[in-house]
T-cell receptor, first 116, second 113 residues
Framework: AQKVTQAQTEISVVEKEDVTLDCVYETRDTTYYLFWYKQPPSGELVFLIRRNSFDEQNEISGRYSWNFQKSTSSFNFTITASQVVDSAVYFCALSEAAGSARQLTFGSGTQLTVLP | DVKVTQSSRYLVKRTGEKVFLECVQDMDHENMFWYRQDPGLGLRLIYFSYDVKMKEKGDIPEGYSVSREKKERFSLILESASTNQTSMYLC????????????FGPGTRLTVL
């Protein structure tokens, strides 16, 4: 069975600080996909990034970066120079390659608050 | 842009009522999903559908049913609402591909009194 753990329930930082959101996953598959979603106060989940299990290259997109390490089963998300608009709940999710419809298993989410 | 819409943002119902939550997507996605979101529990899958008239149970199907008569529409039904079904309900859709990126609607916050 697959599982995603986001141990940080809530994080609070001051604007311009860097912050890292942790994600640890469990799966028996060798092929799988990892995702990060952002849920702002409006409620709609917004897709941020997808990674497959064969691509361990870190990715940077503006102030966002992701560190994927298969050796520790982690897929951490860093926001550099945080802004108030980054305040949201962030979810990490896992999808195994097999199976119909390819369901996502979500972590419990991390509430990030960026203070001005 | 992919658009997933849900019929209501907020809904208040009484215990025992039959409740319909509607979800429509405009991207011709094969797969559609219903989740509920509760504090500290993340998103939990209730039901999903990979084709018209097809459905599969997710992790927490008890007390719910679904209907998918058309490809673009996926309905969640609470046959007899109970207070423990008070929650945020999120609908999502996706193509059947290796990548399985899901697109979400804005959610329906349901309160059962």
């Amino acid at each position: 069975a697959q599982k995603v753990t986001q141990a940080q329930t809530e994080i609070s930082v001051v604007e311009k600080e860097d912050v890292t959101l942790d994600c640890v996953y469990e799966t028996r598959d060798t092929t799988y996909y990892l995702f990060w979603y952002k849920q702002p106060p409006s409620g709609e989940l917004v897709f941020l990034i997808r990674r497959n299990s064969f691509d361990e290259q870190n990715e940077i997109s503006g102030r966002y970066s992701w560190n994927f390490q298969k050796s520790t089963s982690s897929f951490n998300f860093t926001i550099t120079a945080s802004q108030v608009v980054d305040s949201a709940v962030y979810f990490c999710a896992l999808s195994e390659a097999a199976g119909s419809a390819r369901q996502l298993t979500f972590g419990s989410g991390t509430q990030l608050t960026v203070l001005p | 842009d992919v658009k997933v819409t849900q019929s209501s943002r907020y809904l208040v119902k009484r215990t025992g009522e039959k409740v319909f939550l509607e979800c429509v997507q405009d991207m011709d996605h094969e797969n559609m999903f219903w989740y509920r979101q509760d504090p500290g529990l993340g998103l939990r899958l209730i039901y999903f559908s990979y084709d018209v008239k097809m459905k599969e149970k997710g992790d927490i199907p008890e007390g719910y049913s679904v209907s998918r008569e058309k490809k673009e529409r996926f309905s969640l039904i609470l046959e007899s609402a109970s207070t423990n079904q008070t929650s945020m309900y999120l609908c999502a859709s996706s193509f059947t591909s290796r990548y399985n990126e899901q697109f979400f609607g804005p959610g329906t916050r349901l309160t059962v009194l």
